[in-house]
């Protein structure tokens, strides 16, 4: 008997593997060194192998961990404090955004982690200016990470109405280094689990002299940068001013089109475009709760499926979203398509759940590691507790039930247990590696001052949420 | 000192009061033989009350139980099952439907409820065939229940496109019996919880004849009436093929629309028609969920609601929704609406939460016991746990976060206790008064057996599902 790590039995294995969702029973997991090395009928497995950690997970379903390709975990520390309002940006988080210190960042960005986790996340795409402290936050979680620190060159100022952002091209240097810095730090480390992207925040905040020198840096480091793709009519505004384009268009004549690009939200991009940024091999990240509730619109990742493109699924940030729950994500994908449509079969749950797994890891460069269970890849999967009333009766004839009503039904405390690299991260409502406690305690400690911080702005703006507040109707 | 039953101390109470949240803090309740008594600064009540119970709730918001109009419990037993399809009740839920047995349903209602009170539901509306089985579970449950029995008075069979359904009057008397007895054996049973209603299926299912006495049954009696109301476009058909109007022109001329009707979906009304019932001082039970999965449509109750009416919501059936979480529906509510009019601001969370409390409470007949903490109410309440996740951090100045982070971040876990009429029967994941491993064990019987009868129609009908069992997409 060969001595492996860990054996996982279930009776439920969904491993996406295929065009659908790969289901297999009666087969057990083998695991060494935190990949999959076998996958076989149960009996021959426990007859080949002898295992360290025996997972019996009867009663549960298997599913690769979910990926959550877009976040701003930093924002985390503002939860709450910018939704059901218009201009969400400036009436809504500016007054908080704008007093927000470092610490109180970091600390919001490990409680939006941790909801991540307990959701069912396993790896995390944050995308801000503090990566060197959610590296090491993730690497001790045990997590994984698909991490871009931002990269700016316009400079941050009050701008008149149809101004054009002035760009510093030292602020842009600076911003650059800082971002090769992180990756020199932490690409591949953590035994491979974080890798390093690039993120220019958007083609309206940095020169194409800029651009184009950040794309030669991500090809010769053979990673992906992580931008905001037009993401809303600010951009497109701006784009269209400077340049006499839309970004898109901008975008495909200088040549940023391609599979390096993972273009995150397409707010504003109709169909066409959409199909223009498939075409090109880049990938589309889809961020329907944010964008759901800071714009009431349904980004077009349908029509970027239709052109061929791999579309994953981000939770973006806390202050209007308002969650990190990567299953609310999927479920909100299928049904807000089914509205835009009018067509409840335009996206059925197995193809928000592709997003969210095998389909998402393509289109954030982890294709060949992880998102599905397959020989040969890590081991990142989840196991989903089938008690839960939210995913009962399970039916497997004539169908099965279990991918609907994860999709349609669960809330997040489903899932039982976490596994990335082979190693269990989180099991039984408890993260592993870290203390809950002590992180709910100390990003408790900050509102109050925050608060205090943000009043005056927030009262002289009065937007929608001071209304409220005189209203009484927070 | 008077010695009551129940005194509940927490720095935040979400009363609804008012025209917002009517939010208190300092503040403590009193509450004695099921009614809240008082509810002053915490040290008067504490000075002039001792109690049996002192529930300590620190750390928690309080908020009314929630209100969840519209259910079909019975269909627990087939989540899962037919969702992601056009012609969802024939190609989806048929072959299910035609083989489920009346104890299937029994058990597949007792998940349902019980999945339900788990994400604070405390009035439960169920609407079907089944309810003097579910009004026991509810009595014992210590739930409340606003309940009603179907009355049909259309055949059952096979009809041919285009064809009028057929009543048979002898049917629909012994369907409106059966209404009758149940009303007799159980209306304003269980010290008052349980009420009963009048549910004729819908304008195409009974006869001009058969609704107005059934109407008049329900005001002698004081009661409501629950009814499917302009659900789909079948409905319309029907009724414009039979009477030459549209369902709620035909209603209206009748004399159908009044305080005593609760119209159901709405599906296919439009925005005027919706103010025509919403002007008769009938109310509006939304189920953005389930109608969003099934028919990819947001129903009129922002028109209905600027019509001056009142607006339930309801979370239907779980083939198709697919799940009884009333947070999911407040959220649904809110998010499908900004999309529907492209407007974050159309509905904020703090109406959505109204729709599932006193908004709700009005809507269903029940303004008076329930849906706000003030004194003389019914003492129905739920604490949110404030240490979840999902609700951190809480900010109180200058603007309160909890009712945003209920609405678009809570999953259902934060629900840490449940009270009724002054009896808590859910605290901290359990369900008091019955037993769930029981019922959980129980329903996980029947889905083998129900496959195996539902199989050789599924597969003839061969539906997207059957499709998708084929291409291994489930």
């Not at 480091?221 to 505004?237: A, L, P, S, V």
């Not at 384009?245 to 940023?256: C, E, F, H, S, T």
Request: hydrophobic share 40%; net charge negative.
């Amino acid at each position: 008997m060969k001595k492996i790590d860990m054996i996982v039995k279930s009776d439920h294995f969904y491993t996406m593997t295929g065009e659908g969702v790969g289901y297999k029973t009666g087969v057990a997991m083998a695991i060494d060194k935190g990949r999959i090395i076998a996958m076989e009928n149960e009996s021959e497995i426990l007859g080949e192998y002898s295992a360290e950690e025996m997972l019996d997970l009867k009663g549960k379903a298997i599913f690769p961990g979910f990926i959550d390709a877009h976040m701003h975990t930093g924002y985390g520390i503002m939860r709450g404090l910018a939704q059901d309002t218009n201009f969400w940006m400036m009436y809504g988080l500016g007054p908080f955004n704008n007093v927000v210190t470092e610490e109180e960042r970091n600390s919001g960005s490990k409680l939006a982690i941790i909801e991540a986790i307990k959701a069912g996340t396993t790896t995390l795409g944050d995308y801000e200016y503090n990566m060197d402290i959610v590296s090491s936050f993730i690497d001790k979680l045990g997590a994984r990470g698909n991490l871009t620190q931002l990269i700016r060159e316009a400079v941050e100022r009050v701008y008149a109405p149809g101004e054009i952002y002035e760009f510093n091209p030292e602020k842009g240097e600076k911003s650059l280094q800082e971002a090769l810095d992180l990756y020199d730090k932490w690409h591949n480390k953590a035994d491979g689990r974080i890798k390093i992207l690039f993120g220019p925040q958007g083609a309206d905040f940095l020169s194409e002299e800029l651009l184009l020198k950040i794309q030669r840096i991500a090809k010769e480091r053979n990673t992906k940068i992580h931008m905001h793709t037009q993401q809303g009519d600010r951009e497109t505004y701006q784009v269209v001013k400077r340049y006499g384009k839309r970004p898109v268009a901008y975008l495909k004549d200088i040549g940023y089109l391609d599979e390096t690009l993972m273009a995150v939200h397409l707010t504003d991009a109709n169909d066409e475009e959409a199909k223009v940024v498939a075409r090109s091999g880049a990938s589309m990240i889809l961020c329907p709760g944010s964008i759901g509730i800071i714009d009431g619109i349904v980004p077009p990742s349908v029509a970027f499926q239709e052109a061929g493109g791999n579309v994953a699924l981000g939770s973006d940030q806390a202050p209007g979203n308002n969650c990190h729950n990567i299953i609310n994500e999927m479920k909100l994908a299928a049904l807000f398509n089914k509205i835009k449509y009018q067509n409840p079969e335009i996206m059925p749950a197995y193809k928000a759940l592709r997003m969210a797994t095998i389909e998402g890891a393509r289109a954030i460069g982890l294709g060949d590691d992880i998102g599905s269970l397959e020989v040969g890849k890590k081991a990142d999967f989840i196991a989903i507790d089938l008690r839960k009333p939210s995913m009962l009766p399970i039916y497997t004839k004539p169908m099965r039930n279990m991918v609907p009503n994860l999709v349609y039904s669960a809330r997040g405390d489903e899932v039982f247990l976490s596994v990335v690299d082979g190693k269990i991260i989180y099991r039984d409502g408890k993260i592993l590696n870290i203390d809950e406690d002590e992180i709910i305690n100390h990003v408790s400690r900050y509102p109050e001052s925050i608060g205090e911080r943000a009043s005056k702005e927030f009262f002289e703006i009065n937007g929608t949420n001071a209304i409220f507040m005189k209203e009484e109707k927070l």
